[in-house]
């Protein structure tokens, strides 16, 4: 099994993001989770983002650098939410990852993506963060890329529906998600 970089959503180091980790290594994985905020975690999503904004974009990047810095060339990049944004970032500077698990949100630069690269993406539907037109435009470019893409929607929970402490959370699209992506996760 694989080595993986778990990013947290603008809600901070959760529960629900230690659950998976460790849902994760019950699959034989090894995770990392940092804390890009180095705050406690936020209760509210307005309150994530005021953590996102006191700490800063640039800071949670470096932050996120730093805890993959020690990690395989090969190291599957996975996140939640903006932490999909944030593993999509460092995807630019890591180009052997083994792959690229988003859960909640798009990310990767089409340009940082290499032919072949297996990206798994989960998203509500509707997403209110993330628009259809603008899933379907990645959709195109990252294809166009060459990444080996697979995309699926769930109707009818909020955007993060993965984690039970959030009013979004849909048990039966959650299981399905972990379902896809422990298989996705199987051979990386």
Request: proline share 8%; aromatic share 6%.
């Amino acid at each position: 099994m694989g080595q993986i970089l778990l990013l947290h959503s603008v809600y901070g180091l959760r529960p629900a993001v230690l659950a998976a980790a460790d849902r994760l290594r019950a699959a034989g994985h090894r995770v990392v989770t940092p804390d890009l905020y180095g705050l406690p975690a936020a209760q509210t999503v307005e309150e994530g983002f005021a953590l996102l904004d006191k700490v800063g974009r640039d800071v949670v990047l470096d932050r996120a650098r730093a805890a993959a810095a020690d990690l395989p060339a090969e190291t599957v990049l996975a996140g939640f939410s903006m932490g999909a944004g944030v593993a999509g970032a460092l995807l630019a500077e890591r180009p052997a990852a083994a792959a690229l698990l988003l859960l909640h949100g798009t990310a990767g630069a089409p340009e940082a993506v290499r032919p072949g690269l297996p990206v798994q993406l989960h998203l509500a539907d509707p997403d209110e963060y993330e628009p259809q037109h603008e899933v379907d435009e990645w959709q195109r470019a990252m294809t166009a890329a060459g990444a080996d893409l697979s995309v699926y929607r769930y109707p009818g929970p909020g955007h993060l529906y993965t984690d039970p402490d959030v009013p979004d959370h849909d048990p039966v699209a959650a299981g399905r998600t972990w379902d896809r992506a422990l298989a996705f996760l199987a051979d990386r």
